[in-house]
């Protein structure tokens, strides 16, 4: 059917030009009616939501003597308490196998034993390498011990005080081990070794008193018999002598080299005249040679100059003995590393030994074998035997975050294996052991995971599905009202809304009280997430009002005003539940407990 639409009146417009003319299209003007129907449906929706008064249905219940103990359910798999699994130590040939899935086995038990001939070639070539560090280590040691003689003979310095007749090298000279330095004569003393005969053997002493004379000087000076060689020289004329020396000071003119006569008082005191002259020498005279090679840094003596015993006359460059020292103790300290390394692998070795004959750490059911004699595991590491206690099992269970705080470790639990058709119901008594404070949350909600231990002496098994039952809460009875029915008074106190004939005495002034119903002032005390215990005011069989819920459409289900409906029975809860831990109201507008106040808080309705 073709509709025909006239434009709307109105004062007339200039005609336009023929060439700019436009006709309000048809098309336009349909989409515009069907806006402004659209328009219409949804202002009479919003009349009907917002002004239409709707029907509502008063919610009551019935006051009961009860507990607020609560009682947390559920289900967990069984795990063992204390179980053992071995895998094999290599890919070694097993060869024996002392057990099968089933056995009973008790801790020590010899389960399985492989091949363990790979670890004496092991432990062989670790013993090798330790051999050969220690041949390495002695020769490094020798060179510590050359360098460390070289170092400390760096200095050169006097063994004794005297006069220096020969210096052979000055600073910056280079010079090699045994190099002549300089020679060092003590001329303090000079000595003289001349020969007597062995008619006098008897006479002549250590200590005994000598005359020297030095005819050279004109000189004579007193000496001591200071050694006695008994050797054997020939005079020209045939007497046998031996040799005496005669020390004297010196005076300051004595020098090397000196003719001298001699001769030595005897016991009685006459003189005992040498048959063989000899002639002065320096009563000690030494060469200083280089002890190691090097560069002289310091060289102090001159020719006939004076110097003290333990004088420091010529210093060798150490440098580069230091630079060579310092790199043999390293060597040193890498090889006994190196040995120490090797010597704990060998005792780690021996330790594995125990992985090749493996025994039960813990007695048990043996669950599992999968080594087989004479086989080799295609891997090392792969599983060989399982073992459980079952003695004790445990179970892993999630514990909802309104629960939590009356789960602690300790609680006792209640464990039902439910039987077959034939069997009778299992039940044990099991205790929470451990109790994670971090929640995990799944789907908005948070749970708390906890491990319940379950004394079962082998009546359980492994991955069997048990039921468990925590009671929590305050067993001891007691008047109950639903946390909904509380309400507050004009003045601030708490009360309930009780259905009666007349108002009762104590009743007061409270909005919104249902007709039937006076708000009637109340004591509380201990409560859960759904019970409150009243002390007083209130009794058993008392009708109270909850909340008001919606009238059911017809055909259809109610909805509450004031929250979900509760449609499990009992005390219907609505809106956000005030949390009463600890005897009292902690959030929807209530605080303290048992004192029937609602401070900080507005009515409830």
Known sequence: MQMELSPAAGPAAPSAPAKHRRHFPIRRLLISLIVLVLLGGAAFGIYTLFFQEEELEMLTETLTTGSLATTITGTGVTLPGDSQSVTTASTAEVTAVYVAAGDTVEAGDLLYEQDDSELDELIGEYEDEITSLQESLEDYQDNLADLQESLANLTVTAPFSGTVTQVNVEAGDSVQTGTALAVLVDDSAMKLTEYYSYAYEDEIRIGSAAQVSISSLMLNLEGTVTDIQKVSRYTTEGTQCFAVTITVENPGALTEGMS???YVLSSAGTPIYSAISGTLEYNNTETLTAETSGELTTATPVAYGTVTQGETLFVVDGSEYEDQLTSVQNQITQAQKRI?????????TEEDRADYAVTAEISGQVIQVGVTAGESPRQSGSTAVVIYNLDTMEIQVNIDELDIENVTVGTEVAITRSGSSSDADQSFTGTVTEVSYEATNSSGVAYFPATIEIPSDGALSAGVNVSYSIQVGD???GLL???????????????LYIQSDTAPENAVEAEDV???????????GESNSQYVRILSGAEEGDVVFTRYQQAAPSGGDSTSESGEENSEGGFPGGGQMPDFSGGGFSGGGFSG???GGFPGGGPMG
Do not use: R
Request: proline residues 7%; contains cysteine; glycine residues 12%.
């Open 260 to 262: 001298c006569a001699s």
């Open 340 to 348: 120490a390394d090797y010597e704990e692998l060998i005792a780690e």
């Open 475 to 477: 067993t001891s009875e």
């Open 481 to 495: 009202a639903p946390i909904s029915a509380l309400k507050q008074s004009s003045d601030g106190e708490t009360c």
């Open 514 to 524: 249902p007709e039937g119903f006076y708000a009637v002032p109340v004591e509380i």
């Open 593 to 595: 407990g048992g004192g």
